[in-house]
């Protein structure tokens, strides 16, 4: 009931195409979800959060759907571009207190951009 | 500026030692945490740090130690009783909980020679 399951593992888009990653959980106490991304030998950086409270946000080329009912949540990059190329993490956390507040992450996703 | 600081970047260790991993942040975040990164695996926690002098284990924490005497620090022990150490080391730190922004060190790599 911890797990945010991601996919796909690895992706490839050409430049100016959208990338999709989703990811789905269950605990349904989950009340923040966070996407991240990383590059080679640093340490992620948040990209972009929602609350259940919306169902989308966007910032940018960057945006969030959320789906409460169907307990998912997707990151859609438009005009993906070969700077975008990272691995994407995604993840939840929720409640207060003790271990609620803790992120658990997905398991990743490699996107490459080919020019 | 304003950052979380890991250190080194690099680390070797040999068969038997115990190393420890720097974090450091001047955010003035209470949380701090310890995650473990290998291919494939995501980001799995390893110790967790919600206040001074107090620490909890993460989903991962046999063979590691902590301890957080100060606010700002938050080492991790690898010891000898971790069967495979070799992995890339992520110090994080949030403002209590993590359903705000945890702001990641650069990381440490660690392997075992």
């Known amino acids: 009931q911890q797990q945010v399951k991601q996919s796909p593992q690895s992706l490839i888009v050409q430049k100016g195409g959208i990338s999709i990653i989703n990811c789905a959980y269950e605990n349904t106490a989950f009340d923040y979800f966070p996407w991240y991304q990383q590059f080679p030998g640093k340490g992620p950086a948040l990209l972009i959060a929602?609350?259940?409270?919306?169902s989308e946000k966007k910032e940018g080329r960057f945006t969030i759907s959320f789906n409460k009912s169907a307990k998912q949540f997707s990151l859609h990059i438009m005009d993906s571009q070969p700077g975008d190329s990272a691995t994407y993490f995604c993840?939840?956390?929720?409640?207060?207190?003790?271990?609620?507040?803790?992120?658990?992450f997905g398991k990743g996703t490699k996107l490459s951009v080919k020019p | 500026d304003g950052g979380i600081t890991q250190s080194p970047k690099y680390l070797f260790r040999k068969e038997g030692q115990n190393v420890t991993l720097s974090c450091e942040q001047n955010?003035?975040?209470?949380?701090m945490y310890w995650y473990r990164q290998d291919p494939g695996q995501g980001l799995r926690l390893i110790y967790y740090?919600?206040?001074?002098?107090?620490?909890q284990k993460g989903d991962i924490a046999e063979g590691y130690s902590v301890s957080r005497e100060k606010k700002e620090s938050f080492p991790l022990t690898v010891t000898s009783a971790q069967k495979n150490p070799t992995a890339f080391y992520l110090c994080?730190?949030?403002?209590?909980?993590?359903?705000?922004?945890?702001?990641f060190g650069q990381g440490t790599r660690l392997t075992v020679v």
């Open positions: 740090s919600q206040i001074v002098n107090d620490f």
């Open positions: 955010l003035n975040h209470d949380a």
């Open positions: 994080a730190s949030s403002i209590l909980q993590m359903n705000t922004e945890a702001f």
């Open positions: 929602i609350r259940p409270d919306v």
């Open positions: 993840a939840a956390s929720g409640g207060v207190g003790g271990s609620q507040g803790n992120l658990i």
